[in-house]
């Protein structure tokens, strides 16, 4: 039920950086969790980060970990992703999605427990 828009990829050097913004429907944003997963041709959707739906709990995967951040403004029904030092194999396609289980207190950082997705942006990280 909720939909959701990515923006903000784009092509970028090795270093540089890029913000993606992911701005929701609905009134009841504020009591998800939500994510952000990336894919790029032949390969599995995978995790990269997730905030609970307080903003107070994140979680990252290993590979983005000190250089992503996830944040949401539940004000604005809109949850980012800023990437600073990034890498030519950051290079996806990156989507969020909506966990619909409301005010969960499990972070997930699986691909099957989010349901609404968005129609994804493309990041290219050029060396």
């Known amino acids: 039920q909720v939909q959701l828009v990515e923006s903000g990829g784009g092509l970028v050097q090795a270093g540089g950086s890029l913000r993606l913004s992911c701005a929701a429907s609905g009134r009841s944003f504020y009591s998800y969790n939500m994510g952000w997963f990336r894919q790029t041709p032949g390969k599995e959707r995978e995790f990269v980060t997730a905030?609970?739906?307080?903003?107070?709990?994140?979680r990252y995967a290993d590979s983005v970990k000190g250089r992503f951040t996830i944040s949401r403004d539940n004000a604005k029904n809109t949850v980012y992703l800023q990437m600073n030092s990034l890498k030519p194999e950051d290079t996806a396609v990156y989507y969020c999605?909506?966990?619909?289980?409301?005010?969960?207190?499990?972070?997930?950082?699986?691909?099957?427990?989010?349901?609404?997705w968005g129609q994804g942006t493309q990041v290219t990280v050029s060396s």
């Open positions: 999605a909506v966990d619909p289980r409301r005010f969960n207190n499990y972070v997930s950082t699986s691909r099957t427990d989010f349901g609404s």
């Open positions: 905030i609970s739906w307080s903003g107070g709990s994140t």
